[in-house]
């Protein structure tokens, strides 16, 4: 047998292979024409157009946003200069002077008075004596110490119970296997 008919068909024959060519030539592809059916729908063309003038009408809306948002902020910072001036401390004799800890941070100009304050919102700010302010500060450091020492405590009763006994950490579960 030459290997020349298994691939151009030239050559002679062997008996075996044309038996398997005949029986295997019932499943040879057949081409047929291709034959849509008359009632087959066509495709409809999308329509773009509802949601292009929905994107419009959104890029319009947050266009006029911008712009008003730009004006209305220019127009009020001559009104927020004035509101920012710090509130009048009333001094008052008190019987021993006690120095704050932390020295409080006053801006350097008004613009910078402008930018710490535009987005805090306008609350009026009490006004409070040299004594209260600093009874103040100090029921602040006395809660700042007690939050130190329930945190310690937490903290303690926590790696207590965590330690307790290695063994018995795995308790309620059933073993597997």
């Known amino acids: 047998m030459k290997d020349d008919y298994l691939w151009d068909k030239t050559g002679e024959p062997d008996p075996q292979i044309q038996q398997l060519e005949e029986i295997l030539g019932t499943l040879r592809y057949q081409p047929k024409q291709l034959e849509i059916p008359e009632d087959l729908p066509l495709p409809r063309r999308r329509n ?3 949601w292009l003038a929905i994107a419009a009408g959104l890029l319009l809306a947050l ?5 008003w948002l730009s ?3 220019s ?3 001559p009104q927020r200069q004035a509101e920012v001036t710090p509130p009048p ?9 006690v120095e704050s800890k932390a020295p409080e941070r006053r801006p350097d100009s008004r613009k910078e008075v ?5 987005h805090r919102p306008r609350v009026p700010t009490p006004v409070l004596s040299k004594h ?8 602040k450091e006395q809660v700042m110490l007690a939050l130190r020492l329930t945190t310690e405590k ?3 009763v926590h790696k207590k119970t965590q330690n307790t006994n290695p063994a018995n950490q795995i308790k309620n579960q059933h073993r597997v296997g």
Not at 63 to 67: E, H, R, V
Not at 89 to 97: D, G, L, N, Q, R
């Open 48 to 50: 773009y157009v509802p």
């Open 63 to 67: 266009l006029a946003g911008g712009i």
């Open 71 to 73: 004006t209305r902020s």
């Open 75 to 77: 127009r009020e910072i």
């Open 89 to 97: 401390v009333i001094e008052e004799k008190s019987p021993a002077p």
């Open 114 to 118: 402008i930018a710490i304050n535009r």
């Open 132 to 139: 209260e302010r600093e009874e103040a500060l100090m029921a």
């Open 154 to 156: 937490l903290s303690l």
